[in-house]
C-alpha cells in the first residue's frame, strides 16, 4: 500500500489496512467531503472571531452579556420537548472509546455512557479508527473483549445509552486533507459517527446523541445546527432527529447561555457544567487582567461563589427553555487503601449532593465505582421524577456579569505549584505516549486538568505574583520545579519507565507552553504535533 490513500475528493496520509477499509468505504468518504466542503472554511471565520474576541479582552475588556441579543433572553420560548429516553440522565459515565472501558461503563449503574473523541482521548490515527470500530459494535450489541489472562467481557442485556463528543471547533484531523489543508477533526467524528450507526440506532428506537464542547458563541452552535441539518435531509430523517448536549465550558459562553439554547433549539436537550474546562477558560480568557488570578488549583472548588453562580444560572437558563441542566465531573476515583477510599466516597457524596440539590439534572463521574454514590445522591433529590425541569430557581437573585468574573480568593503556594508541574508533566507524557485518560495522585486527569495546571503557572509568572512563603514566581522557579519535580518522577517510577517513555519531551513542551509570552490557547494543538 502507498503511504497515502487518495480519493476524489479527500487526501488520506494512513494507509488503510482491514480497519480503515470498514469504516472509510467510499460512501462513507462522499459524506465527509460533503460535510468538509459545505462547512470547513465557516469553521475558519468562527476560529477567527474567537481570536478577535480574545484580543479585545488581552486589551482589557471583559466578557458580557451581549446587548443585541436581549431579546432572546428576555423573551419567553422554549426548545423542542426532550425525547422520553434522555429525560432520566441523573448520572453519566465518560471516557474514551476504548473497548474494555466502553464495556464496562456502559454496564455500569449509569444511565448514560459518553465516548469520548475529546479531553479524554490522544487523538491517534489508530485510536480514532479503533474508537469508530467500537463504538459501531456497541451500537450494534456485540462489542466484546477478551483479556491477556482470559477474562472475557461483554454488554449486559441493558446497557446505558450512548453518546459520543466529537473534537472541538480548534481540533483538525491532520491525517486527512482537503485541498491541502487539514479537515477539522468534530467534522470527522460526526461524519463517521451519524453514518455508521444512525440506521441501527433508529431501529432500536434511539438516535445520534452528541455531545458539543469548548464552544464560546452561540454562532458556534448554530454552525453545528446547519451540519445537524444538512445531515438529516441527506439521510430523510425528522427534523430534530439528531439531538445534542452542549458543554458550558468556557467563560464566554457563560454569558450566551440563552442564545445557544435559541439557535440549537431543534437540537438541543441540555447544557453541561463542564467545570474544569470552565476554570482553565477563566484563567485562559483573563490571563492578561491582574485583578483576576486564581489561587491553588486544590482551593477552587464548586462552592466558590464565581462557580457557585456559574452552576446556578445554567439550571436556571436551562430549566426556563425545557433544557436538562447536567452538572460536572468528579475527577476522583476509588482507591485501594481504606481510610483514603472513606475520604473520596464523602467528597464525591458532598459533591453530588449539593448538584442535586442545587436543582442538577444529573451529574458526571469518571469511574464505574463512583457511579453508585452519585445515583444514591440524586435518586435522594428525584424521586421517581425523571429530572428537575420544574426547579426554576426564580428565588435567586439575578446573577450578575460582576458575579461570574469576580476571582476567588486563596493561597498561591510552592506545594501547589509543584503539584500543577507534576499533574501537566505526567499528563503530557501520556498524551504525546498516545494516552489521553490517566490517574495521577488519586484523581483522573484529562486535558481539562493538565490545562488548569499549567495556565495558572503561565499567569502567576506573567503578573509576577508572589507564593506564601514569600518566594516571587519566576521562569527561573519555574524551571528549577520543572527539574526537581522531573527527578523525583524518575526516581518514584524507575529509570526503565522513564527510558521507554517521554518524559523529556513532555519537561520540554511544558516548559514552552508555561513560560512562552503568549499563552498557548491549548496544549493539545502543540501536543498534537508530537504524536503519530
Known sequence: MTDSVISNTLTFSQPFTHAEKQLLTPEAIDFIHSLVVRF??????????????QQRYDQGELPGFDSETTSIRENEWQVRPIPPLLQDRRVEITGPPDRKMVINALNANVNVFMADFEDSLAPTWQKLIDGQLTLRYAVKGTLSFTSETGKIYQLRANPALLMCRVRGLHLNEKHVEWRDRAIPGGLFDFALYFFHNVEAL???GHAP???LPKTEHAAEVAWWREI??????????PRGTIKATVLIETLPAVFQMDEILWELRDHVVGLNCGRWDYIFSYIKTLGQHPDRILPDRQQISMDQPFLDAYSRLLIKTCHRRGALAMGGMSALIPSKDTERNLWVTQKVQEDKT?????????????????????MEAFDRQLGDKPNQLHVTREQDAPITAERLLAPCRGKRTEAGMRANIRVALQYLEAWISGNGCVPIDGLMEDAATAEIAR??????????????????VTVALFERLLEEELAAL???????RCRNGRFEDAAALMAQITTDNQLVSFLTLPGYRLLP
Open 40 to 53: 470547513a472554511p465557516e469553521r475558519e471565520r468562527l476560529l477567527k472571531a474567537r481570536q478577535q474576541r
Open 202 to 204: 433508529r431501529e432500536k
Open 209 to 211: 446523541w452528541f455531545y
Open 228 to 237: 445537524f441539518r444538512f445531515s438529516e435531509d441527506r439521510f430523510d430523517l
Open 354 to 374: 449539593r448538584e442535586a440539590g442545587n436543582g442538577h439534572d444529573g451529574t458526571w463521574v469518571a469511574h464505574p465505582g463512583l457511579a453508585d454514590i452519585a
Open 455 to 472: 495556565t495558572s503557572i503561565w499567569q502567576w509568572i506573567h503578573h509576577k505574583q508572589i507564593l506564601s512563603d514569600g518566594q516571587p
Open 490 to 496: 524518575q526516581q518514584t517510577l524507575g529509570a526503565e
